[in-house]
C-alpha cells in the first residue's frame, strides 16, 4: 500500500457499517476516486467533518489493489454558509452530483475541480442569482467534457450569444463575472436546458428536489 496525497473535493459520503463511511472525492490528481473511512462516525474520531460533502483541501490516503483508505485531511474549505442555507445547498447538491457524473477515475479532472470550486463559491456570492450559476455551471461542465457547445442550439439574441460565448471560452476563474436581465436569463436559461437535455442522458435526483423548491 502506497501513502499518498490528493488535493479535491468531496462529492458524497455513504454509512458502511456501524462506525464507517465511503467518501467520493474528485481529486486533481487521481481523477474520481472511492474511499473508505474508517470510524469516520464516531463522535471523536479526526475523520467525522472531513468527509462531509464540499469539504475541500488534501487527503492523505493509503492506495491498495482495489481500493483507497482516508487516513486524514487539511481542509481549507467546508463551505459551511452552504449548509445554512437550503436552496443554496440543494444546488450544491446539483453540483457535486453533475460533477460525480462526468468525472472518472484516473482522468485528468483538474477542470472540473477548479469548476466545482468557483461555482460553489458563487452560490455564496448574494450578488449572483442562484439560477444563473446554475446555468453557468451546466454549460461549462459540458464544454470540458467535450460536448459540442460552441453555439446555442437555436438562434438567440445577440446578449444571450455573448453570454454562451463567455462561459464557453473563459477560465473558470472568470466565469461569475456577469449577470443577465430577465428577459436574456430566460432565453439563457432556456438554450442550455436544451444542450443539458441533449447531452447528457441522466436523472439527477438532487435537480428534482431543486426543482420543488424552486418552484
Not at 48 to 75: D, K, N, Q
Request: net charge neutral; glycine share 6%.
Amino acid at each position: 500500500m502506497n501513502q499518498i496525497s490528493v488535493t479535491g473535493m468531496v462529492l458524497a459520503a455513504t454509512p458502511i457499517g456501524e462506525y464507517d463511511r465511503r467518501v467520493v472525492i474528485l481529486t486533481k490528481e487521481r481523477g474520481k476516486i472511492s474511499a473508505f473511512a474508517r470510524g469516520a462516525r464516531k463522535p471523536n474520531s479526526a475523520l467525522v467533518g472531513v468527509t462531509s460533502p464540499f469539504s475541500f483541501g488534501e487527503f492523505t490516503v493509503y492506495e491498495g489493489r482495489t481500493s483507497y483508505t482516508l487516513m486524514s485531511a487539511s481542509i481549507s474549505n467546508y463551505f459551511q454558509e452552504l449548509r445554512l442555507d437550503v436552496e443554496g445547498a440543494y444546488y450544491g447538491f446539483y453540483f457535486l452530483e453533475i460533477a460525480g457524473y462526468y468525472a472518472r477515475e484516473a482522468n485528468d479532472e483538474t477542470g472540473l475541480l477548479k469548476l466545482l470550486y468557483q461555482s460553489l463559491r458563487a452560490l455564496l456570492n448574494p450578488s449572483i442569482p442562484n439560477r444563473l450559476a446554475r446555468r453557468v455551471f451546466e454549460l461549462k461542465s459540458m464544454v470540458i467534457n467535450g460536448e459540442y457547445t460552441e453555439e446555442p442550439p437555436r438562434p438567440v439574441s445577440e446578449s444571450c450569444s455573448y453570454a454562451w460565448e463567455y462561459v464557453v471560452c473563459s477560465p473558470s476563474e472568470s466565469l461569475y463575472k456577469f449577470i443577465l436581465k430577465d428577459d436574456v436569463m430566460r432565453e439563457f436559461e432556456s438554450v442550455v436546458e436544451a444542450s443539458r437535455r441533449y447531452y447528457v442522458r441522466h436523472e439527477f435526483k438532487s435537480l428534482e428536489i431543486l426543482d420543488v423548491l424552486t418552484g
